[in-house]
């Protein structure tokens, strides 16, 4: 397979290097050039913004340093027992500052809920500390910052980044953009890293923030992973992964992003 990128060998779990560009499949089989992908990327975001015109992310909030505290907690957790938990926390700690402030054993008890909870709390309250040393309590507004605090990886600072503070440092891939990029034939890697490289190769940068919510609102609504509803998908005509015969509607390409 010629492909310049790597993909993931999903039987080892290992990336392997391939050579040339990568290739997607449209909705009738045939291969696909990158133009090709993304003119229908354009037709996927239209139906995209039909369906959730005010996306928003799902974990509950009232500033910058509450949802990096919450997008840290969800890892390997859902958002909504991350929403169960936080009301207590962030009433005993709003801010950096308290946080930092705070004992191990204290919020341990109140992630426990949670999972991981030990390694949680040392990352949050270590994260605390970065932010009340290194930049006076409140979280920065760059990539490149965000990465160097404990506990913050590139999808965490860009959950920050783009839903606080509008800035499109790259696009979110979750659970749900993984596996619905893929079944979209817009990805064919289980890397977050490559299918993120894949997705900004073709996703016009005013809709990296966006695409993502939307994305993981469909996940959650109606390409659900257990019992997808796609005869009832309105992307089904896009969508060159489930068998079933396209629906009749607009070529790709008559799709254009306002």
Not at 5 to 22: D, L, M
Not at 69 to 92: G, K, M, W
Not at 194 to 210: H, Q, V
Request: with cysteine; aromatic share 4%; proline share 6%.
């Amino acid at each position: 397979m010629k492909n310049g990128r790597q993909r993931t060998n999903v039987k080892k779990g290992k990336p392997v290097a391939v050579s040339g560009r990568s290739s997607g499949v449209s909705p009738d089989g045939a291969q696909e050039s990158l133009d090709e992908r993304r003119r229908r990327l354009k037709a996927i975001l239209r139906e995209l913004k039909v369906l959730y015109p005010e996306a928003e992310c799902a974990l509950h909030h009232g500033s910058a340093f509450q949802l990096l505290v919450a997008t840290i907690l969800s890892a390997q957790c859902t958002d909504e027992r991350v929403n169960q938990a936080t009301p207590e926390l962030f009433s005993r700690y709003p801010d950096a500052k308290t946080l930092a402030q705070s004992t191990q054993d204290d919020v341990e008890r109140i992630v426990r809920p949670l999972g991981f909870f030990r390694n949680k709390s040392t990352n949050i309250r270590a994260m605390a500390r970065a932010l009340v040393e290194d930049h006076g309590g409140e979280v920065p507004q760059t990539l490149e910052q965000m990465v160097q605090l404990p506990g913050v990886g590139r999808k965490t600072a860009s959950v920050v980044l783009g839903t606080w503070f509008g800035l499109p440092s790259g696009v979110v891939v979750d659970t749900h953009v993984r596996r619905i990029s893929n079944l979209l034939g817009l990805t064919h890697s289980q890397n977050p890293e490559i299918i993120e490289r894949n997705l900004i190769e073709m996703l016009p940068r005013s809709e990296w923030i966006m695409f993502s919510h939307r994305l993981i609102h469909h996940g959650r609504r109606i390409c659900i992973a257990r019992r997808p509803a796609c005869t009832k998908c309105p992307l089904i005509r896009y969508c060159p992964r489930t068998g079933l015969r396209p629906l009749a509607g607009p070529a790709a390409d008559e799709h254009e992003i306002s």
